[in-house]
């Protein structure tokens, strides 16, 4: 079977692409329908920001058989460190979770592209503990909510701007984990961006270097070699992020880590954005000065087609072991 590919113009959300949330729901222990899986108004998460989350995708399979979770056990390692640092106890190892995942895809039906999102948060406070913020004497919970989410993001690239929030450090905020409270400063970016038309924001850390983008990490190709910022730069440093550079030395592209500044970013040959969410992504324009020739370079065009046959079970190299396959019944 044909796999179905949504074509998106610049700056257009295609209908098919919009998310649509998934009927059952895993929250707390069960599998539950959407609406009952409600929380209290004072939950801790929802008044501190004590919250960890993960964005995973199940992309259709090359064949069109199965539903691939991809590289799912390197985000539950990550979703469990996050947990970690928030004193979160997920209730549940790396492969429980991920078993949970499939059978959430299962019970779903799900037989698209989908997003999972699986969050771990503070709850209540327990009996006798103080009131107030922190950590302990809380109650903890996880739960999994699941979106029909295909590309979002037009192939034919993105325009950024730069943006006047500064990325905090990571001794302010934990960056490498993906804590909800942490992702104001990404909201204020995002929202900073799109009101001057963006489709997205670069942000920089308070060294001026760049560190990422609102939901995504940033390369640049110069001279036919790819860099990224280093973790110390302030940043989550992605899956896709890892995934690309393997992927870079599959195709004999040199890959390397260090600090830039805004000026080697404007000055690059080519730009791309990795993330989960918007994939492999070209950057055509940041704060209205066209990088290389203005559109898609041949670097990006190489990594984002093999990303994308990669992701599907559909590339000759060897890394299926990325790839948790959910099958689809098609009763
Ligand atoms: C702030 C931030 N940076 C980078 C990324 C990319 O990470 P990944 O490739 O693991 O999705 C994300 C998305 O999760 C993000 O929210």
């Given at each position: 079977?044909?796999?179905p590919?949504a074509?998106i113009?610049?700056?257009?959300?295609?209908?098919?692409t919009?998310p649509?949330?998934?009927a059952?729901a895993?929250?707390?222990?069960?599998f539950v329908?959407l609406a009952e899986a409600?929380?209290?108004?004072?939950?801790?998460?929802?008044?501190?920001?004590?919250g960890?989350f993960e964005?995973i995708r199940?992309?259709l399979s090359?064949?069109?058989?199965?539903?691939?979770?991809?590289?799912v056990?390197?985000h539950f390692e990550r979703f469990?460190r996050?947990c970690r640092?928030?004193?979160?106890?997920?209730?549940?190892?790396?492969?429980e979770?991920?078993?949970?995942?499939?059978?959430?895809?299962?019970?779903?039906?799900?037989?698209?592209?989908?997003?999972?999102r699986p969050?771990?948060?503070?709850?209540?406070?327990?009996?006798g503990?103080?009131?107030?913020v922190?950590?302990t004497?809380?109650?903890?919970a996880?739960s999994?909510?699941a979106?029909a989410?295909?590309a979002y993001m037009?192939?034919?690239?993105?325009?950024?701007?730069v943006?006047?929030w500064?990325?905090p450090?990571?001794?302010a905020?934990p960056m490498?984990?993906?804590v909800?409270g942490g992702?104001?400063?990404?909201?204020?970016?995002?929202?900073?961006?799109?009101a001057?038309g963006?489709?997205?924001?670069?942000?920089?850390?308070?060294?001026?270097?760049?560190?990422?983008?609102s939901t995504?990490?940033v390369?640049?190709?110069?001279a036919g070699?790819?860099?990224?910022p280093p973790?110390?730069?302030d940043?989550l440093?992605?899956?896709t992020?890892?995934t690309?550079?393997v992927?870079?030395?599959?195709?004999?592209?040199?890959?390397g880590?260090r600090d830039?500044?805004?000026?080697d970013?404007?000055?690059?040959?080519e730009v791309?954005l990795?993330?989960?969410?918007?994939g492999l992504?070209p950057?055509?324009e940041?704060?209205?000065r066209p990088i290389g020739?203005g559109?898609?370079g041949p670097?990006t065009r190489?990594?984002?087609?093999?990303y994308?046959?990669t992701?599907?079970?559909g590339?000759p190299?060897?890394?299926?072991?990325?790839?948790?396959?959910?099958?689809?019944?098609?009763?």
């Amino acid at each position: 079977m044909a796999v179905p590919t949504a074509t998106i113009e610049p700056g257009q959300a295609s209908a098919a692409t919009r998310p649509a949330v998934a009927a059952v729901a895993y929250h707390r222990g069960d599998f539950v329908p959407l609406a009952e899986a409600a929380l209290p108004l004072t939950t801790q998460a929802l008044q501190y920001g004590t919250g960890v989350f993960e964005g995973i995708r199940a992309n259709l399979s090359a064949d069109g058989d199965s539903l691939l979770l991809f590289r799912v056990h390197d985000h539950f390692e990550r979703f469990v460190r996050s947990c970690r640092l928030l004193r979160i106890d997920p209730g549940h190892t790396v492969d429980e979770l991920v078993d949970i995942t499939c059978e959430l895809l299962r019970r779903n039906g799900s037989a698209t592209d989908t997003y999972l999102r699986p969050l771990g948060y503070k709850l209540g406070l327990l009996p006798g503990s103080r009131p107030g913020v922190g950590l302990t004497g809380v109650s903890d919970a996880v739960s999994i909510t699941a979106f029909a989410m295909g590309a979002y993001m037009p192939a034919a690239g993105i325009r950024c701007g730069v943006s006047s929030w500064v990325r905090p450090r990571g001794a302010a905020v934990p960056m490498r984990a993906k804590v909800t409270g942490g992702y104001v400063n990404n909201a204020l970016a995002m929202d900073e961006a799109r009101a001057a038309g963006y489709d997205d924001a670069i942000l920089l850390n308070d060294r001026g270097h760049v560190a990422e983008a609102s939901t995504a990490n940033v390369f640049a190709v110069a001279a036919g070699r790819l860099i990224t910022p280093p973790p110390t730069a302030d940043l989550l440093p992605g899956i896709t992020r890892d995934t690309v550079s393997v992927l870079a030395a599959d195709l004999g592209i040199e890959a390397g880590e260090r600090d830039f500044a805004l000026p080697d970013l404007l000055a690059a040959d080519e730009v791309f954005l990795t993330g989960t969410g918007v994939g492999l992504t070209p950057v055509v324009e940041i704060c209205g000065r066209p990088i290389g020739s203005g559109h898609p370079g041949p670097v990006t065009r190489d990594l984002a087609d093999l990303y994308a046959r990669t992701i599907r079970g559909g590339a000759p190299a060897p890394h299926d072991h990325w790839l948790t396959p959910v099958r689809i019944d098609r009763g």
